[in-house]
């Protein structure tokens, strides 16, 4: 199916252990991106990426890795899950664009929860 | 500074009344684009409406309706004629020049009481 995904959709895990959510996007859009969404806190950007094996950092990085092998599948680890570290994830690509009208298309969410 | 301001975390409005969701934003950069975004229960992301920083006039899809006030770098959301199921999180959101990057608001939370 043509959009984009993500796996698993709830995941709960315990402190200490590594967790790695997937996202899939079939529209080969250049960008991708790794939210994370808190109550009172609205979206916060964790990576983002341009292009295979380009990646960045956003507002809120630490304790996440991420990579990008491929143009359609964009992964965030969480190396050593942490309380804090529960929340929605979503995953989000765009095409690259020098205009301002640039819509993110958002995939599903995962809700993650560390005990 | 915070790039987007969402100053309502909630609010009530009547089934049928019109409603305005409030957006400010921070920028220098001459060229840039809002958005708002829907999130209902269910969680997933919807798109409604864009405006850009050039565009003369205001932005409309359908009910709602973008108040773009330039000079107060203000971009409120007008829902007409509400309905249940407007009943949802809102997101503001901008893009800066020919960054792809976005930034988000903190959402309001709109009740729709029928």
């Known amino acids: 199916d043509a959009g984009i995904t993500q796996s698993p959709r709830y995941k709960i895990t315990e402190t200490g252990r590594q967790v790695t959510l997937m996202c899939h996007q079939t529209w080969s859009h250049s960008y991708m991106f790794w939210y994370r969404q808190d109550l009172g806190h609205g979206l916060r950007l964790i990576y983002y990426s341009a292009a295979a094996d380009i990646t960045d950092k956003g507002e809120v990085p630490d304790g996440y890795v991420v990579s990008r092998s491929k143009t359609e599948n964009f992964p965030l680890t969480l190396e050593s899950a942490t309380r804090s570290q529960t929340s929605v994830y979503f995953c989000?690509?765009?095409?690259?664009?020098?205009?301002?009208?640039?819509?993110?298309?958002f995939g599903p969410g995962t809700r993650l929860t560390v005990l | 500074a915070q790039k987007i301001t969402q100053t309502q975390p909630g609010m009530f409005v009547q089934e049928k009344e019109a409603v305005t969701l409030d957006c400010t934003y921070d920028?220098?950069?001459?060229?840039?684009?809002l958005f708002w975004y829907k999130q209902p229960s269910s969680g997933e992301m919807i798109f409604l409406i864009y405006q850009g920083s050039y565009d003369q006039q205001n932005a409309t899809e359908g009910r709602y309706s973008l108040n773009f006030q330039k000079a107060r770098k203000s971009a409120n959301l007008v829902i007409s004629a509400s309905q249940l199921g407007d009943s949802a999180m809102y997101f503001c959101a901008m893009r800066e020049g020919d960054f792809n990057k976005f930034y988000f608001g903190s959402g309001t939370k709109l009740n729709v009481k029928p």
């Open positions: 989000a690509s765009s095409e690259e664009s020098s205009l301002p009208y640039n819509e993110q298309f």
């Open positions: 920028t220098s950069d001459p060229s840039y684009g």
